[in-house]
């Protein structure tokens, strides 16, 4: 134990401190005027970066009714790619490996069992080359390669990351896009946003970004989205942890001083629900409707009610790690065969009072154009969250799925080992955590 009990103590009284300086009623009157005068239409420097598609509501369902409703979809698909985390080895290689897959719901044993693996590797030596061609195994049922990543002086281990995670993730939607019929949700966003936010970074990782080989995994974004809209099946993603602050520094930017460090806390702020002294909202929630709550649900932060989900309707996103899909961005190079307003990201905001977390819904301009499906994607997503507590079932089993055991990766890095004749660059982290537990 590093800390004694008075150790403690001072520590709380600093929070004190902190707390009594900060009025939550002020946050409460200025989240609600951003909501009303601002949300409809943000802009950022006289461009519109959010937009309400449709009504302006923020809506609640009650969770035991809205649980047990019928869902929209009758089969709903979920993709995922984890990985073992970039690895840097004594020889200067620095290693990442994606293994995606697909589940449905109900289950496909068969589909279950089919995986795509990437291997991404960066060196120093500019004289090196590791590509390979795609190759199958597992009779069939795993398609893999190596991807010899365009070199850098840093990030090396960003890159690797996030060009595994996104070939394995695209390559495997693409190659089983045929195999939904109802609708398929991704385990994060629809676009690969890490490699839009390079730009923001660093300038030799934004020309990185449209580079050839990060340009060809946007490109498997791109032609998902057609895929898609050509077939008539709607395409989402569900983000389990949104990061988006495009919101808030249009804010600031607008001479806005905005309390909250990012977007999630803005909509969190707006969708927390408080005891009041009188009871508020719309009565008469069962049996699974949205009902639309025109009170002010922060007002007199009293004790968190947890009977109802609170969600918003849907806005359509131009700005941040968004502006490249926006109909007057340039997707990074990559040609867009549909009119480019339809491949705009759109979203809803979820928050599930029981869990204090706030998950995001994405989806394509061109399904949430129509006012049923974003009427069919919210109810949909709104009873999955209200069942399982956390993702929809498809998105948790492809988690699952696709997720590398701490215990998996170390063996996976021993392996590379042994093939690289070279050990891992050590880290006092390493040491002091285990290699495991990277």
Same mark, same amino acid.
């Given at each position: 134990?590093?800390?004694?009990?008075?150790?403690?103590?001072?520590?709380?009284? /600093?929070?004190?401190?902190?707390?009594?300086?900060?009025?939550?009623?002020?946050?409460?009157?200025?989240?609600?005027?951003?909501?009303?005068?601002? #949300?409809?239409?943000?802009?950022?420097?006289?461009?519109?970066?959010?937009?309400? /598609?449709?009504?302006?509501?923020?809506?609640?369902?009650?969770?035991?009714?809205?649980? /047990?409703?019928?869902?929209?979809?009758?089969?709903?698909?979920?993709?995922?790619?984890?990985?073992?985390?970039?690895?840097?080895?004594?020889?200067?290689?620095?290693?990442?490996?994606?293994?995606?897959?697909?589940?449905?719901?109900?289950?496909?044993?068969?589909?279950?069992?089919?995986?795509?693996?990437?291997?991404?590797?960066?060196?120093?030596?500019?004289?090196?080359?590791?590509?390979?061609?795609?190759?199958?195994?597992?009779?069939?049922?795993?398609?893999?390669?190596? #991807?010899?990543?365009?070199?850098?002086?840093?990030?090396?281990?960003?890159?690797?990351?996030?060009?595994?995670?996104?070939?394995?993730?695209?390559?495997?939607?693409?190659?089983?896009?045929?195999?939904?019929?109802?609708?398929?949700?991704?385990?994060?966003?629809?676009?690969?946003?890490? /490699?839009?936010?390079?730009?923001?970074?660093?300038?030799?990782?934004?020309?990185?970004?449209?580079?050839?080989?990060?340009?060809?995994?946007?490109?498997?974004?791109?032609?998902?989205?057609?895929?898609?809209?050509?077939?008539?099946?709607?395409?989402a993603g569900f983000v389990k942890n949104?990061?988006?602050?495009?919101?808030?520094?249009?804010?600031?930017?607008?001479?806005?001083?905005?309390?909250?460090?990012?977007?999630?806390? #803005?909509?969190?702020?707006? #969708?927390?629900?408080?005891?009041?002294?009188?009871?508020?909202?719309?009565?008469?929630?069962?049996?699974?409707?949205?009902?639309?709550?025109?009170?002010?649900?922060?007002?007199?932060?009293?004790?968190?009610?947890?009977?109802?989900?609170?969600?918003?309707?849907?806005?359509?996103?131009?700005?941040?790690?968004?502006?490249?899909?926006?109909?007057?961005?340039?997707?990074?190079?990559?040609?867009?065969?549909?009119?480019?307003?339809?491949?705009?990201?759109?979203?809803?905001?979820?928050?599930?009072?029981?869990?204090?977390?706030?998950?995001?819904?994405?989806?394509?301009?061109?399904?949430?154009?129509?006012?049923?499906?974003?009427?069919?994607?919210?109810?949909?997503?709104?009873?999955?969250?209200?069942?399982?507590?956390?993702?929809?079932?498809?998105?948790?089993?492809?988690?699952?799925?696709?997720?590398?055991?701490?215990t998996e990766k170390a063996a996976l890095?021993?392996?590379?080992?042994?093939?690289?004749?070279?050990?891992?660059?050590?880290?006092?982290?390493?040491?002091?955590?285990?290699?495991?537990?990277?």
């Amino acid at each position: 134990m590093t800390l004694d009990p008075i150790h403690v103590e001072n520590i709380a009284q /600093l929070a004190y401190g902190i707390g009594g300086d900060v009025d939550a009623t002020d946050h409460d009157d200025l989240a609600e005027r951003v909501w009303r005068e601002w #949300l409809p239409e943000l802009r950022r420097d006289g461009r519109v970066v959010i937009e309400a /598609l449709g009504d302006h509501e923020r809506r609640r369902a009650a969770i035991d009714d809205v649980a /047990l409703a019928e869902r929209p979809f009758e089969t709903v698909h979920g993709l995922d790619s984890g990985t073992i985390n970039p690895t840097t080895f004594k020889n200067g290689l620095v290693v990442d490996v994606a293994h995606a897959a697909m589940a449905s719901s109900p289950t496909d044993l068969d589909l279950h069992r089919d995986r795509t693996i990437v291997a991404t590797v960066h060196a120093g030596d500019s004289t090196a080359g590791f590509d390979s061609e795609w190759t199958k195994r597992d009779e069939g049922h795993t398609r893999q390669r190596v #991807l010899h990543v365009p070199r850098v002086n840093r990030y090396a281990e960003r890159v690797v990351h996030a060009l595994a995670l996104y070939l394995a993730e695209g390559t495997h939607a693409l190659d089983h896009a045929d195999a939904v019929d109802d609708l398929l949700v991704l385990d994060g966003p629809i676009y690969p946003k890490e /490699l839009f936010t390079w730009a923001d970074r660093d300038p030799e990782l934004g020309a990185l970004a449209r580079e050839a080989k990060p340009r060809a995994v946007i490109e498997k974004y791109v032609r998902l989205v057609e895929r898609f809209v050509n077939r008539d099946v709607p395409l989402a993603g569900f983000v389990k942890n949104p990061a988006s602050g495009t919101a808030v520094r249009a804010l600031a930017r607008a001479g806005v001083e905005s309390p909250w460090p990012d977007d999630t806390a #803005l909509f969190t702020r707006l #969708l927390e629900r408080r005891e009041q002294g009188d009871a508020t909202g719309v009565a008469g929630t069962g049996g699974g409707d949205l009902a639309v709550d025109r009170d002010d649900p922060t007002a007199d932060r009293g004790a968190r009610l947890d009977d109802d989900l609170t969600f918003t309707t849907w806005f359509r996103s131009r700005g941040g790690a968004d502006a490249p899909m926006a109909a007057d961005g340039d997707a990074l190079g990559v040609e867009r065969e549909l009119d480019p307003e339809l491949y705009e990201p759109t979203f809803m905001v979820v928050y599930d009072p029981r869990t204090d977390v706030t998950y995001k819904l994405e989806a394509p301009y061109a399904f949430t154009r129509d006012a049923a499906t974003r009427e069919r994607l919210t109810r949909q997503v709104v009873a999955e969250v209200a069942a399982t507590r956390g993702p929809p079932e498809p998105v948790a089993k492809a988690d699952e799925l696709a997720r590398i055991s701490a215990t998996e990766k170390a063996a996976l890095r021993r392996k590379f080992e042994e093939r690289l004749g070279s050990d891992q660059q050590a880290t006092y982290d390493d040491l002091r955590w285990g290699k495991e537990t990277y």
